[in-house]
């Protein structure tokens, strides 16, 4: 019986997927699955012979969204599903799981169909702290702010820049900024067929006053071992993210993957955000991390 085939699916700017994953397709030929790399946006596939398809490294779904879920609903056979796919590119899903017990720091929406002045945006900014401005569909830490709220020109620039989303169409989330980021960092807990598989340590990817453009933002990261308290935040997470799919969505899934960034504040784990797309699951810097996905990437495509 031939190996079944596992299509990993990437982007135009990664043909052969993201350093971090570059030893995948051998891992999975170790487990008897025979794997293909393909652009999500490739015109010559036809994604009805792609066997399991995987969505790894398509890191320009966010400026593509309406196109990449389109082609996601399209595929017969793609893991994560493409309802949680849909759901988990746009980070309003951060209201849905706070209302649901998850602890999340405090958010305020701006919404582009509401009109909103300087005026109105500057009232919408914390009044002492440091905050931050980012889009609420966005990839690899692009399109952020960091600013100081008692700083007159780096409120302005914060309030510039919420606005330059807004005529852009884009919602904007405005976010106090935690301190303990910057001497704790965040700490990413790695989710594999619903198991935690390993955890990553990284630091605050903005420093003070500071924009991020278009492209992806580098990070510094090491392996580091989850306490109990942010285990059993994961945890927590976890079954929510599932009842959540469950009853919302009218499935009863099991993710192959996901990665929760949680970071410390005022003595609790908050989430900072879900990945389920595009997730850098750190697999190079946890050893045996590789082989552990692709074996479970090979029992899913034998189910």
Known sequence: MADPLVTLVT???????????AGLPDALRAVHVE????????????WSQAGLCVVRSVRDYAERRGEFLQ??????????????LEWSTDKHYLRDLGEMGISIIDTTWLEPDIGLTKMRVNSRIPALADFVVKPAVS???RDMGRYTAIDGDSRKNGILHAMELLDEGRSVMVQKYLDAVDKHGEISLIYINGILSHSVKKN???SPLEETGEEPQEEVVEAAFADQEAWRAGEKIRRVLHQYIHEKQGLDEQLLFGRFDLIVG???????????VDANLYLSSVEGATEKFAEAIAIRAHW
């Open 71 to 84: 082609w996601a609903h399209s595929v017969p056979k793609l893991l994560n599903s493409a309802k949680s």
């Open 11 to 21: 982007c135009e700017d990664y043909p052969n997927l993201e350093e971090d994953e």
């Open 139 to 141: 990839s690899g830490g």
């Open 266 to 276: 005022d003595g609790n784990y908050h989430l900072m955000e879900i990945s389920l």
């Open 204 to 206: 605050a990817m903005l």
């Open 35 to 46: 794997p293909q790399v393909r652009s999500w946006t490739d015109p010559d596939m036809d």
